[in-house]
């Protein structure tokens, strides 16, 4: 079952007060970041608050980095496994579109042209793939990895 989004407000009130309740403190910054980080994914605020909450008594912004990095880290052999399991164009793709924080046209001669990455039909080949692999889904228009965690991977390791 999916659940969507939920409104950040409302959301951003719920970490408060399950984190100020219980000798824990979070600030409003760090959940500003979290949500960045996760494109507000249920399961990512979750994993992420979860993870932070059980590692830290009081919460800021450099936590929140300093946990995304041991998440990122503790799934590299993972993360680094999934590039085997694609072309070096699918690669190039998934990458900038993880930069990019989503595509809305990947064949679009500006995007293919900024980043290298040869014909259109090549592109959108390389785009079916890896819909198809379950890495990217079209959400909004917008074509965006389906991994919050594997998009950081991603950024981390662009540099």
Same mark, same amino acid.
């Given at each position: 079952?999916?659940?969507?989004?939920?409104?950040?407000?409302?959301?951003?009130?719920?970490?408060?007060?399950?984190?100020?309740?219980?000798?824990?403190?979070?600030?409003?910054?760090? =959940?500003?970041?979290?949500?960045?980080?996760?494109?507000?994914?249920?399961?990512?605020?979750?994993?992420?608050?979860?993870?932070?909450?059980?590692?830290?008594?009081?919460?800021?912004?450099?936590?929140?980095?300093?946990?995304?990095?041991?998440?990122?880290?503790?799934?590299?052999? =993972?993360?680094?496994?999934?590039?085997?399991?694609?072309?070096?164009?699918?690669?190039?793709?998934?990458?900038?579109?993880?930069?990019?924080?989503?595509?809305?046209?990947?064949?679009?001669?500006?995007?293919?042209?900024?980043?290298?990455?040869?014909?259109?039909?090549?592109?959108?080949?390389?785009?079916?793939?890896?819909?198809?692999?379950?890495?990217?889904?079209?959400?909004?228009?917008?074509?965006?990895?389906?991994?919050?965690?594997?998009?950081?991977?991603?950024?981390?390791?662009?540099?």
């Amino acid at each position: 079952m999916e659940i969507g989004k939920i409104p950040e407000a409302e959301y951003s009130l719920f970490i408060q007060e399950r984190f100020s309740g219980r000798t824990r403190a979070i600030t409003p910054e760090a =959940i500003d970041l979290i949500f960045e980080i996760t494109s507000l994914h249920t399961f990512y605020v979750q994993y992420m608050c979860n993870r932070l909450y059980s590692s830290y008594k009081k919460v800021d912004i450099g936590q929140v980095k300093e946990m995304l990095l041991n998440i990122i880290n503790e799934n590299e052999p =993972i993360y680094a496994g999934y590039i085997n399991l694609i072309t070096p164009l699918q690669f190039r793709v998934l990458r900038e579109i993880a930069i990019n924080d989503g595509v809305r046209n990947p064949t679009a001669g500006d995007f293919l042209n900024k980043y290298f990455l040869g014909a259109a039909s090549s592109v959108s080949q390389a785009m079916k793939s890896l819909e198809e692999k379950g890495f990217i889904s079209l959400n909004e228009d917008i074509f965006c990895l389906n991994d919050m965690f594997f998009r950081h991977w991603l950024i981390y390791k662009a540099g």
